[in-house]
Nanobody, 115 residues
Framework: QVQLVESGGGLVQPGGSLRLSCKVSGSIIFSIYPMGWYRQAPGDQRELVASDAGGKSFYANSVKGRFNISRDNAKNTLYLQLNSLKPEDTAVYYC?????????WGQGTQVTVSS
């Protein structure tokens, strides 16, 4: 059993920043497990925005240069730093273990960018 618990979402003005956290527990070796952040806006499909696997990071073009994925292996925690936020970044953000729709998911955290 694997559990992922996200936190850190909220309401922020355009241009602002947030840091999302994902605490992972259960039967995976977090330090070597591929991890990702997805997001889903109302009416849209869930999309991968950032991932970390084997020491390599991936970012969707829409967030490249603004978001940063990192992990603290001692705390079994994955982070997503969101900078220069735009209204179009508004979505529920989900942590994922496995970088796959068949992987393990958290419950999501809402990010709303609005003035």
């Amino acid at each position: 059993q694997v559990q992922l618990v996200e936190s850190g979402g909220g309401l922020v003005q355009p241009g602002g920043s947030l840091r999302l956290s994902c605490k992972v527990s259960g039967s995976i070796i977090f330090s070597i497990y591929p991890m990702g952040w997805y997001r889903q806006a109302p009416g849209d499909q869930r999309e991968l925005v950032a991932s970390d696997a084997g020491g390599k990071s991936f970012y969707a073009n829409s967030v490249k240069g603004r978001f940063n994925i990192s992990r603290d292996n001692a705390k079994n925690t994955l982070y997503l730093q969101l900078n220069s936020l735009k209204p179009e970044d508004t979505a529920v953000y989900y942590c994922n273990a496995g970088i796959s729709h068949a992987g393990f998911w958290g419950q999501g955290t809402q990010v709303t960018v609005s003035s």
